[in-house]
């Protein structure tokens, strides 16, 4: 489903000349493109990388970056930066293995989303009520966020106990039919679930608007705040079930764990094409970003490239994404 933006470039489509037209298929559709050359390539580099192996290990590493893709991706599409997500994703994850050490596994798992929970409604009252820009909100709760994870941890490693770890770790495990992960099946739906979100509720439209000029969407009777509100809680729960797959995998957590991959959501966000400026992209488009970054990944550790170059290339990617969607922007 085209977000807002490409709907309204297509109902004016006929006003256009086709020479105007084509930088923006260039800029809708090209990114999926560059998947499908990247997929070919790697097929035909290496016999190891469309083996099922590979191909469930790919949709497992992906799990918790694409959780906080999708978070990114929400937050870009409404006119928000969290840069809090990586110390939301460490607290959660530490209260969550401290509770279940105390009370079991599901209240563990509650504890953890509910921490997420109330940093998003934190970080929704800073940039909200005070006025303070969410860039700088949630870069500044994000050092108060893993400050507290510290605390809580006194800078150790913490673990449940001992009898709770088999199931503790049941996330990470390959459990299900191919090898899947439950880790990979919980990114899959809540990728899903936010899809529908955007794409198929008055609440998506309403993110679209937002992101696409605030002011404009106040004067048509949206709550701005409260939107925002909402999509900073969302954010936040997305980190805090990235950070319960990360202490699933580890079967431990600590203050430190997920540090910077926020950077790598955002980057995912941008280079699927989603813009920095608000109001246009879609989910989707995160997902292929997390896909591509996940893949360049692959191919540098199948091949035996020198990993120094990928984050090289990471960032002339981000770099071209960026300028492709300013450049055209200045044209519309």
Excluded: K
């Amino acid at each position: 489903m085209n977000h807002p933006g490409e709907a309204q470039r297509s109902a004016s489509g006929p006003t256009r000349p086709s020479r105007v037209r084509r930088p923006e298929i260039v800029r809708d559709h090209g990114i999926l493109l560059s998947l499908l050359v990247l997929v070919l390539w790697l097929s035909m580099s290496t016999d190891a990388f469309l083996t099922s192996t590979n191909l469930v290990n790919l949709l497992d590493q992906a799990a918790v970056p694409g959780l906080l893709a999708c978070a990114a991706t929400l937050c870009l599409l409404c006119g928000l930066f969290d840069l809090s997500m990586s110390a939301v994703l460490a607290l959660s994850a530490v209260t969550s293995v401290l509770v279940t050490g105390q009370f079991g596994i599901l209240w563990g798992a509650c504890a953890g989303i509910l921490t997420g929970a109330l940093c998003g409604l934190v970080n929704g009252a800073v940039v909200i009520r005070i006025g303070v820009h969410s860039f700088i909100g949630t870069l500044a709760l994000g050092f108060v966020y893993r400050g507290l994870a510290l605390i809580l941890t006194a800078g150790a490693i913490v673990y449940p106990q001992a009898r709770q770890l088999p199931r503790f770790q049941l996330l990470a495990r390959p459990d299900l039919p191919a090898g899947v992960t439950p880790a990979s099946v919980l990114f899959l739906l809540v990728a899903a679930a936010l899809w529908l979100l955007l794409a198929g509720t008055t609440f998506g439209r309403r993110v679209y608007a937002v992101g696409g000029n605030a002011e404009a969407a106040r004067l048509s009777g949206i709550r701005v705040g409260a939107v925002r509100v909402a999509v900073l809680v969302l954010s936040s729960v997305c980190a805090a079930l990235a950070g319960l797959v990360l202490a699933s995998r580890g079967g431990s957590a600590q203050a430190d764990m997920g540090s910077l991959l926020e950077l790598s959501a955002i980057a995912a966000a941008v280079v699927g094409g989603t813009s920095v400026l608000g109001g246009q992209g879609a989910l989707w488009r995160g997902l292929v970003g997390i896909a591509i970054l996940t893949l360049i990944g692959n191919g540098f550790n199948l091949l035996g490239f020198d990993t120094t170059y990928q984050q090289v290339l990471e960032g002339l990617l981000i770099l071209g994404a960026v300028s492709v969607d300013q450049t055209l922007r200045r044209r519309d």
